[in-house]
């Protein structure tokens, strides 16, 4: 084919080519006439378009108020802030602060906590806070220790004591508490000097909106993200410090050019470009489930969307399933149980409401574990549903569900009562405002309490 | 075959003239029927004694129309000329006992006897005439001035004319049938706004909801409409004694929610009859009848007036 290309330059082209309306002005010393005129001037209706109107918007042409755009990125780091204290809201005084086993214990069930101040800044790095929560209302971080947090909580310090991976997955309706609960997972997990890492968003790993790049040597192939990756450990650098310091490294990773008994944390440290992050990450994660490390935490938030195809294509142009790319990968065999962790900790994997993609498999497994665990009967696939994915459906049958939906009336009663006492909830709390509140809420959705307490203005 | 047709042209309209016209509506309404009665005219002045005289005689049986030589048929009523006579007849009727009447003494409009209107439709239909709603409207504000007068001092025929204006109700038909609580405790409300009906069950309970077998926060995204569904509960503070479980097809998010509101109100009712004035002044007992305008021909909607366009 490609010499018949050849040949066809040379033959005379069978469309005739247009002739050139513009002269080419070739060279400054032509003495042709046509050519050595000076280009066309500008008409004399240019030169006064000052005063014509620009375009067809009424009310004249430059009438736009002369502000200032916002440069790149501040609108989304606007949309994005966390905002974790307001001091026009009154401090509330008798809560207690959260300690390592507070949320392990079943007595504490109903109460307010206050989150310490030495682990906001590792819970803010983390990303555990959301933008969507409503922080910014009160005078400092509280939450309440539910009764499926609690019960969260206690498998958690049931996995450490035990050496086993606790693989949960949060479900519930929108706003239900679902993203709070595994802040309080990771607060409880820095508190006891776990090892925490957290992908906030995983829709970020799979839109593709960062850069990926092939493993070499994996087949089928694996793609790795550099860039996320690097800001990923980088986080866990950040948030696990002290932790991370005390660890020894026990394997020969030298070709980093690390010494032998350098700590995990300078093993994060010598990545320095995106080009590494990945081994960088694999070595951290192989290091991490030796026997003899503390326990580990993994979360994801948003699960559906590292079940479906990611946005991701590889060389023959289709696209990539999420469950390829490396550190869903990672993720995914920890949720699975195919990677152990030996030191024990957990994976926990939260569906998100809102941002909520259908996927059929995983609908299918999460209702017939929840019914396994409730004992009601267990629903089977559909015999029509093209769609099941086994991939997702192996990767998600050993977890154990957690139902996250509304709070009962006792407490409703202690977080509105905080609510009042933080001067929001104007409101006598009295039986029959919890009552009102909690039906209007939807029987109880914490979120929607918050937008009909607090958020809904009333003249 | 031509000549046949026109021979028989004259026969073309016989069952028109045939039909009777008035027969019908006599079935319909038969103590309206038009009076018509035979007037004799005479040049002579003789005629009413020749009444008065008929039955005091009781000897020999006189004959009726002997020795008139001129007579035709003349309608009794002076309306029988007009588009609409029968209609018009009670309309003499009632400005005669107004102008006898109104010197009675009258109470205020709201102490009237309430009495079931016939509307302009049913008059048309039972008169068989073609009136006019402006006629028909004049009629009854005379009408309903005549039921001002006190109905104590009312002289009976002011009734009877009246009594021909008003709609044929049976009392007993129309009852309203009472809502029960049934034997699982429930009773059920009906409630209606805009194109939405609701049915709302409702038990004594702990304040929980479900609309179409979800929460409230699913069906409706705005608090005012969660608001409002509940707003009978709410208003009378029982949102912590009762459950709701409710259906609701149709219409709108707006329209869904105020049709719960009264479907509610409806429910709770039955628990609690006592909360009725209450009920009513939170704005849950009563029908809000308004609907979508209907759009008219010559406009873009209901009231919208095509642009004006010079030529």
Known sequence: MASANSLRSLMRPSIPVAPRLIPIISSSFSTTTALSASPRAPKSSVVTSTKMKKNFKKGGGQASAPTKKPNPGERKAFRKRIQLSNNSALAVEGIEVLKADTLAQSSNTGKMFSIPDEIIDQLRTLEAFKATQAWNLFRKPHFLARKEAVELISKLDNAATKKEAEKIVLTGSKLSGKSLAVLQAISYALLNKWVVINIPEAQDLTNGNTDYAHIPNTEPAVYSQPVYVLRLLQTIYKANKAVLESLKVEKDWSLTGLQKGNSLAELILTCKESEFAWTTFNALWNELTLPGRPPVLFSLDGLSHISKLSQYRDPAFNLIHSHDLALVRTFVDALSGKTKLPNGGAVIASTSGNNMQFHPSQELVLAQLEAGQSGKPIPKPDPYEKKYDDRVYESLKNTSVLRIEGINHDDTKTLMGYWAASGLLRNVVNNHTIREKWALAGNGNVGEMERVALLTMRM | ?311
């Open chain 2, 1 to 311: 075959m031509a000549s046949l047709a026109g021979g028989l042209r004259h026969l073309r309209c016989h069952g028109q003239l045939l039909k009777s016209q008035w027969q019908q509506v006599l079935a319909v309404r038969p103590r309206i029927a038009p009076k018509m009665g035979i007037r004799q005219m005479t040049v002579e002045s003789n005629v009413p004694t020749q009444t008065a005289d008929a039955p005091t005689s009781t000897g020999p049986t006189t004959l009726p129309f002997v020795g008139v030589h001129h007579a035709r048929q003349v309608p009794t009523s002076p309306s029988y000329f007009t588009r609409e006579p029968r209609f018009n007849d009670i309309y003499i009727r009632l400005t005669q006992l107004l102008n006898k009447y109104h010197r009675l003494p009258t109470l205020p409009a709201n102490e009237a006897p309430t009495l079931p209107w016939m509307k302009v439709d049913q008059i048309r239909q039972q008169l068989g005439e073609p009136v006019k709603s402006s006629h028909f409207a004049k009629m009854i504000r005379v009408a309903k001035r005549l039921n001002l007068i006190d109905p104590s001092l009312r002289p009976n025929e002011i009734d009877i004319v009246l009594h021909q204006l008003t709609r044929n109700i049976d009392p007993y038909v129309n009852n309203i049938r009472p809502i029960t609580i049934d034997k699982f405790g429930r009773a059920i409300g009906v409630g209606k706004r805009k194109e939405s009906t609701a049915r709302a069950f409702v038990v004594e309970g702990t304040g929980e909801v479900l609309i179409n077998g979800k929460p409230l926060n699913e069906i409706f995204g705005r608090v005012h409409d969660r608001e409002s569904a509940l707003w009978a509960l709410t208003a009378t503070q029982r949102m912590d004694k009762y459950n709701v479980w409710a259906l609701v097809r149709g219409g709108g998010t707006t329209g869904q929610a105020e049709a719960l509101t009264l479907a509610v109100a409806k429910a709770l009712l039955v628990h609690e009859p006592a909360l009725k004035p209450a009920l009513r002044k939170a704005g849950c007992i009563t029908r809000d009848p308004r609907t979508v305008e209907r759009k008219k021909h010559g406009r873009v909607k209901a009231r919208k007036s095509p642009a004006w366009v010079k030529r």
